[in-house]
């Protein structure tokens, strides 16, 4: 079934010191023994070179146009161990298709969603004994694609590489589901109408870094971006989505309108929400009318949510002239029962009704 050929690891991590990494690990610092490798070349070869090889630093050309222009994509999603001993991921084929969209949309080549979710397949078989098994706690899987040919001249490459790695992770927060603290940068924004924003592209990430060193120099966690063409309304954060619960119990988020990530988590969110029999509006949120309902009551709860940040909860908003705290700092219940639905379906503790699990071993 699955083309990929395996080059095992010669000198994989011992179990001993696997299951010390594996123990509590933080977010994206240790990597498993493989990764896997797709190539493709133009003038018709496409997509060839289905391979398992042992994790290691790529020999890549200093002219590779990756290193000059940034022509570069990337997905997030996990693997989950459930008490059954399967191993299983969360709406794969969403991932695969935002990641063909990505590649339009930086003139890369299309990668065929199956090649996508068997890459997955392959690396998390040959890696297995890696997905870690303590609540909260998963594999992270990170496909991505770029221009390898040296080549600087400035067009699209004519030669790519696509990969997957794989991290044991736990929390993408140090502190867990507990409230982070948001900067709000009012100098910076991180995309444009008809720009990258909806790619889910390394330039766009990229982009936000000083803003998130403004961030992280104010006491906040993550940085929050407003729109490129009036500066008033929520866009996204550094690394994820974001949405505002009000008091009366509906849910606005900003819309999916070209410029913010259509995030995986954040559609599932919006419908486990509508489930829930509440309204969730995707409107754009001007800042100014947020903090004043924040202040007022009418808000009161906000949240991030992405694959690494799953749902967590905003305690508070800060920016040049303003420092806001959501309904006492404390993280909202809506916010919580969120984290728990969601991670209990991704867990298998919950009714997948939406068939989003899919069967990796
Ligand atoms: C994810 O949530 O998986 C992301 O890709 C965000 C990230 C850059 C950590």
């Known amino acids: 079934m699955s083309q990929f050929t395996l080059e095992p690891h010669p000198n994989p991590v011992s179990p001993e010191a696997r299951a010390a990494l594996v123990e509590a690990p933080s977010f994206g610092t240790v990597f498993t ?7 493709w070349s133009a003038g018709g070869a496409g997509w060839h070179s289905h391979r398992i090889t042992p994790y ?5 050309d200093p002219a590779a146009a990756v290193l000059h222009y940034a022509q570069e994509i990337f997905e997030g999603l996990k693997a989950y161990r459930w008490a059954d001993g399967s191993i299983r991921t969360f709406r794969p084929a969403a991932n695969a298709e935002r990641f063909a969209r990505s590649a339009r949309r930086l003139a890369l080549p299309e990668l065929p969603p199956e090649d996508f979710i068997d890459a997955l397949h392959a690396l998390v078989e040959v890696d297995q004994a890696w997905v870690p098994s303590k609540p909260g706690t998963s594999l992270y899987l990170r496909p991505f694609m770029f221009a390898a040919e040296p080549f600087i001249g400035v067009r699209a490459a004519h030669e790519v590489f696509f990969l997957v790695i794989a991290s044991p992770v736990g929390a993408y ?7 982070v603290s948001i900067w709000v940068d009012q100098t910076y924004h991180r995309a444009g109408p008809g720009g990258t924003g909806a ?3 390394g330039g ?5 870094l000083v803003s ?7 006491g906040c966690e993550q940085v929050l971006f407003l729109d490129a063409a009036t500066s008033t309304t929520l866009e996204e954060l550094g690394g994820m989505n974001v949405a505002a619960v009000m008091a009366d119990g509906s849910v606005v988020t900003p819309p999916t309108s070209g410029t913010i990530l259509e995030g995986v988590t954040r559609s599932s969110l919006v419908q486990l ?3 829930r029999g509440r309204e969730v509006a995707e409107r754009p949120i001007e800042l100014a009318g947020l903090l004043e309902a924040i202040k007022m009551g009418q808000v009161v709860e906000v949240f991030a949510c992405g694959t690494a940040a799953v749902v967590t909860p905003v305690g508070r908003l800060a920016g040049t002239d303003f420092d806001v705290t959501v309904a006492d700092g404390a993280p909202g219940a809506l916010t919580l029962s969120l984290y728990e639905e969601l991670t209990g379906i991704q867990y298998g503790l919950r009714e997948d009704k939406h ?6 071993l």
């Open 355 to 360: 068939g989003w699990t899919h069967r990796l």
């Open 212 to 218: 998130q060193e403004e961030a992280y120099s104010h």
């Open 56 to 60: 290691g630093p790529l020999q890549l």
């Open 204 to 208: 766009n990430y990229a982009a936000s």
């Open 273 to 275: 929400i509508r489930d």
């Open 173 to 179: 927060f140090k502190g867990g589901v507990a409230p």
């Open 33 to 39: 023994d493989h990764m896997a490798r797709i190539n």
């Open 199 to 201: 790619a889910k592209c």
